[in-house]
């Protein structure tokens, strides 16, 4: 089974950063994408950034030039650094990921979410 697990949310003040984390744990064979979103109530969930197998990173215009993607393969991670964090960055981020799996009768894929992690921004 997998499992992803976010950590790293919090209250800070505009301008400031955090980082996000996800652990992936499971078969994990492959890992194809990796990404997060982010969700405000009344809203839909909108992609924030991800990272194509092979290295192709995409940003949501929103945060460009203010959060870097970056992953470590050997710890099945990834992070979202976020820099010069403004009010409307406020959201539940969730972590997502698109893998194939061992099972028993060979590999399996499919689409993955973590719990989310609340970031506020606020004075």
């Known amino acids: 089974q997998v499992k992803l697990v976010e950590s790293g949310g919090g209250l800070v003040q505009p301008g400031g950063s955090l980082r996000l984390s996800c652990v992936i744990s499971g078969s994990i064979a492959t890992i194809y994408t990796m990404g997060w979103y982010r969700h405000v109530p009344g809203k839909q969930r909108e992609l924030v950034a991800s990272?194509?197998?092979?290295?192709?990173?995409n940003y949501a215009d929103p945060v460009k030039g203010r959060f870097t993607i970056s992953g470590d393969n050997a710890k099945n991670t990834v992070y979202l650094q976020m820099n010069r964090l403004k009010p409307e960055d406020t959201a539940v981020y969730y972590c997502n990921a698109d893998v194939r799996t061992f099972v028993s009768s060979g590999y399996s894929r499919g689409n993955y979410w973590g719990q989310g992690t609340q970031v506020t921004v606020s004075s």
């Open positions: 990272m194509i197998e092979g290295g192709g990173i």
